[in-house]
């Protein structure tokens, strides 16, 4: 049975102008892999509302489970959770346990919870809430949608909240050879091998590093037994 | 005048999976950034043909000019060229300007110029050629798609060639100022100072480091003097 699907939605003029580089991405690829989650798309917008809305509905239609990260902080450009209403054709204001959660939370720290604090607290009507425990704002979840902060520490908590929730498959194993030769040379048989175990797939990364150059080969499998039979070729064809 | 839009599309399973940490999509953005053209868009999708091929198509249709990163190398797993002609409907083979690029390289290496390496010579019929000063292997042009390499030294000499061949808008100028209150804190005037400055975009990033917390509120537009008047203005709501 094929895993479980995934797409992500950044949203964020700050990564699009270079200004900031994206780490959540990063950090979502690895956890999802482990859990055996396919990750088939990335998708990076502005804080535009229809570019946002476009985004969610198409990543939301093809895939199994989608993640979004960035745009629900307490200023005016952060519209996502505005965004994902529309998305769902749903009705959003501020709820009352969302505004519990951080009612508790400034009156712990004496701060205001302010009007620009209280957006924090407008979610979607049919949205369950994802905890935060970084910063107790919370991310939500509207039907197939996980809508989580951009801040990383934030992001990774909420990631963390959610994967024990999705449903997994059967995590992806990788064995990886080093091989300094030219990928000109590694492709022919390389690519041979690789007809050969239809189950599993190859793939060629090349580096140049410290005046070395070569290839990493990457065999991607969720059987063990041929994973390994396949390395065992492929440390033949390169031998050290 | 607004400025021409782009969209950037990274081909690679290794950046989906969590192997690679995307770097090229970083120095694009502010590379386009500096030469007044807005990044709108990036998409990663893994190295599937049909995949490839529908984000290859919307992209193209939705915005001025569009870059892609990675799948152009010798190996099974490199599909890009194959992709891009079925994008538009093109044919391929090995194109002999393509071939003579390569072979003169090889021949200076003393290296053979096998199968495998002759796949980088594949090019759709219509493409005009990318200069490659790092490793030779040309990128490609194909109506306003253009094709590049994703290793990071190749993909980046590659932006150096085709950036000038781009027309430009006016560069976006941004300012910052780093406050170190609370986003909740910051919001409410924030938001009011941006509708303000209806000319100008206003975004806030908080952040949490050695200590310390609060947002850095960047201020963006064309117009130097509007943009040095906000500022003022800024600094003014936010003293030191």
């Known amino acids: 049975m094929p895993n479980p699907t995934a797409a992500m939605l950044v949203i964020g003029d700050e990564i699009l102008s270079g200004r900031t580089r994206d780490a959540?991405?990063?950090?979502?690829?690895?956890?999802?892999?482990?859990?055996?989650?396919?990750?088939?798309?990335?998708?990076?917008?502005?804080?535009?509302?229809?570019?946002?809305?476009?985004?969610?509905?198409?990543?939301?239609e093809n895939y199994d489970t989608v993640i979004t990260s960035g745009g629900i902080g307490p200023t005016h450009d952060d519209i996502t959770a505005d965004c994902i209403a529309r998305a769902f054709g749903d009705t959003i204001d501020v709820r009352d346990d969302a505004r519990a959660l951080l009612q508790a939370h400034y009156d712990r720290q004496g701060t205001e919870l302010n009007e620009?604090?209280?957006?924090?607290?407008?979610?979607?009507?049919?949205?369950?809430?994802?905890?935060?425990?970084?910063?107790?704002?919370?991310?939500?979840?509207?039907?197939?949608?996980?809508?989580?902060?951009?801040?990383?520490?934030?992001?990774?908590?909420?990631?963390?909240?959610?994967?024990?929730?999705?449903?997994?498959?059967?995590?992806?194993?990788?064995?990886?050879?080093?091989?300094?030769?030219?990928?000109?040379?590694?492709?022919g048989p390389f690519g041979v091998l690789a007809e050969r175990y239809p189950g599993l797939s190859f793939g060629s990364y090349p580096f140049q590093k410290d005046g070395k150059f070569g290839a990493n080969l990457v065999v991607r499998g969720q059987d063990t037994a041929l994973l390994a039979s396949a390395m065992d070729e492929l440390k033949a064809l390169f031998p050290e």
Request: proline share 6%; no cysteine; glycine share 8%.
């Open 116 to 187: 620009a604090r209280l957006r924090m607290a407008r979610i979607p009507s049919t949205a369950t809430l994802i905890d935060n425990p970084v910063s107790v704002a919370p991310g939500f979840k509207v039907q197939n949608v996980h809508v989580m902060a951009g801040v990383p520490s934030v992001f990774q908590a909420m990631v963390a909240s959610v994967l024990p929730t999705l449903t997994g498959g059967q995590p992806l194993l990788s064995e990886t050879l080093r091989v300094e030769r030219g990928e000109g040379d590694i492709a």
């Open 24 to 60: 959540n991405m990063h950090h979502l690829a690895g956890q999802l892999t482990e859990a055996g989650i396919d990750l088939k798309e990335v998708r990076v917008v502005s804080d535009d509302a229809d570019a946002i809305v476009a985004a969610v509905k198409a990543l939301s």
